[in-house]
């Protein structure tokens, strides 16, 4: 991956007074370095700056940008659905890795049940930042 060379201001955590969502994606980062963490932003659910991680977890998440996808895609974390970074977790349910990355993913039922009622998302995933899956803030590079 090249190594991140944009000027961007970005939050290290999030702020604001916004009222928080119910059952919101959240994310985990274990085990990765500051390289491939500088590469990689978290997309608050309330859309408010992006979020450089650190190896913790983050609650309250849309999804995340990742140096280097191909395309325009971004990681969708829908609600009723949590993510881990790095280091695979004792449970999950499927994978969604790029590259050298390790992404897994878990998801409620609930998300299964109203992703097949609406033709929805049925789990987190690569998704096009286009149309429905627009991205709430931009990719920073």
């Not at 944009?6 to 985990?28: I, N």
């Not at 280097?68 to 004792?90: L, R």
């Not at 992703?115 to 987190?124: H, S, V």
Request: hydrophobic share 35%; with cysteine; net charge positive.
């Amino acid at each position: 991956m090249n190594k991140f060379s944009g000027v961007t201001q970005l939050a290290r955590t999030e702020t604001g007074d916004r009222k928080k969502k119910a059952f919101s994606g959240r994310v985990t980062f274990r085990g990765l370095t500051k390289l491939q963490l500088s590469q990689i932003r978290v997309i608050p659910e309330s859309g408010s700056c992006l979020i450089e991680p650190n190896n913790q977890s983050y609650d309250q998440v849309d999804g995340l940008w990742v140096m280097g996808t191909q395309g325009n895609e971004w990681f969708k974390i829908p609600d009723h659905s949590e993510a881990w970074v790095g280091e695979e977790p004792a449970k999950f349910e499927g994978t969604a890795h790029l590259r050298s990355l390790k992404i897994y993913y878990r998801s409620s039922p609930i998300l299964h049940f109203v992703g097949a009622m609406r033709n929805g998302f049925k789990n987190p995933g690569w998704v096009s930042d286009s149309g429905s899956t627009k991205s709430p803030l931009s990719a920073p590079w």
